[in-house]
């Protein structure tokens, strides 16, 4: 727990998820799968698809306007943009620079992070920290993913998984101790990147005729690898930032974990003895959205009145790198 008798609080959050949704039973249009083993497996049973002209910068720009009139500020008030996302529109400028135009936001330190699917609790921290040692008073973190822009429509072990959106927060800083986002345990083991990644599109391999064939530009996955780490390193950070702040599971009211599957955040339920009805759930509508997903599940937790003052929320995440995080955060 930080030192500082300041706090960083959550002032204001927002999502958006783009209007078309393609159902399980579509997809078996499309790939060799059904409903009946997605959902028996995930716990999907559908997800968002944004529109060819709708990029990660409009879905985190509907968010983040959604967070600022949550947060009561204007957009001319915010001093940091970080966006966390793997499908930024382009590979530069940053996507955070994109919003910051289209939502009017003054000449703020602007920036892109990635951490995959850990990505909204590694921005979360960095805004906070800049917020409590800069000269900084509100920040917009976004995470963003137009995935449906890098699945292998015909890979049925991955397309079915994922699924477009964005969430949004306003942080700032309060006078108020101990309260807000109270602590961060964040980590990453690169030794295993392969079991999940995109190797196209960087300098490693830049777009060919060679990499296009050999279908390079989409997210590869080795699927049960990453479930057995994903259930080992969440149950661990949180327990960490459980003990690490002497509280135990019964003093937790909500958890958000990141939706990429019911089985992995069962198994999670199980092994730190916290019953599954405190944990937000909506993978069942938006599959696994990667830095979006924490904060869409947080926004639709505040606003349908799953969250109450003083409550202590867990949020626990994971994704390529392989990366991982949890966080407390007490509710304003
Ligand atoms: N529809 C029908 N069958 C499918 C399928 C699909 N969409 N995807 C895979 N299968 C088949 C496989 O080909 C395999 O068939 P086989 O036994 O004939 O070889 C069988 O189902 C079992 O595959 P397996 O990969 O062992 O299944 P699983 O129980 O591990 O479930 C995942 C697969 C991907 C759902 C699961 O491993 C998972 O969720 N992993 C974590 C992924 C994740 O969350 N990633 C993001 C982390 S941020």
New binding site residues.
């Given amino acids: 727990m930080s030192s500082d008798t300041r706090s960083v609080i959550i002032k204001g959050t927002g999502s958006y998820a783009p209007e078309k949704i393609l159902s399980n039973d579509d997809?078996a249009k499309l790939?060799?799968?059904?409903d009946e083993?997605?959902t028996a497996?995930?716990g999907i049973r559908s997800r968002r698809i944004a529109a060819d002209d709708e990029y990660a910068s409009d879905l985190g720009s509907k968010a983040a306007a959604r967070a600022l009139e949550d947060a009561g500020i204007t957009a001319e008030e915010v001093d940091i943009v970080i966006v966390a996302t793997i499908t930024p529109d382009m590979p530069f400028p940053s996507t955070a620079c994109i919003i910051q135009a289209k939502l009017g936001v003054g000449n703020a330190l602007c920036m892109d992070i990635e951490a995959?699917?850990?990505g909204f609790l590694y921005i979360a921290e960095v805004a906070s920290s800049l917020l409590k040692n800069g000269n900084y008073k509100h920040a917009l973190i976004i995470g963003t993913e137009k995935l449906s822009s890098i699945l292998d429509w015909e890979d049925?072990?991955?397309?079915?998984?994922?699924g477009d959106g964005a969430g949004a927060a306003i942080l700032s800083l309060s006078d108020e101790p101990n309260t807000g986002l109270i602590d961060f345990k964040l980590g990453a083991d690169g030794k295993n990147s392969e079991l999940?990644h995109m190797p196209g599109g960087g300098s490693a391999v830049p777009a060919s005729t060679n990499s296009l064939e050999t279908r390079q530009h989409f997210l590869k996955?080795r699927?049960?690898?990453?479930?057995k780490s994903?259930v080992r390193v969440m149950e661990q950070s949180a327990i960490e930032i459980l003990d690490q702040n002497q509280l135990n599971a019964n003093d937790i009211k909500c958890v958000i974990p990141?939706q990429?599957?019911l089985?992995?955040i069962e198994s999670l339920s199980n092994r730190l003895e916290l019953p599954l009805d405190k944990f937000y759930l909506n993978l069942d509508k938006y599959g696994?959205t990667?830095a979006a997903s924490i904060p869409i599940a947080l926004d639709e937790a505040y606003r349908t009145g799953r969250l109450k003052s003083g409550d202590i929320i867990l949020m626990v995440?994971?994704?390529?790198g392989l990366t991982w995080g949890a966080s407390l955060l007490k509710w304003r």
């Fill in positions: 997809l790939v060799d799968t059904s083993w997605i497996r995930t995959a699917c850990s049925r072990t991955t397309c079915v998984l994922f999940l996955m699927g049960r690898e990453v479930f994903a990141h990429a599957n089985r992995i696994n990667s995440a994971f994704g390529a």
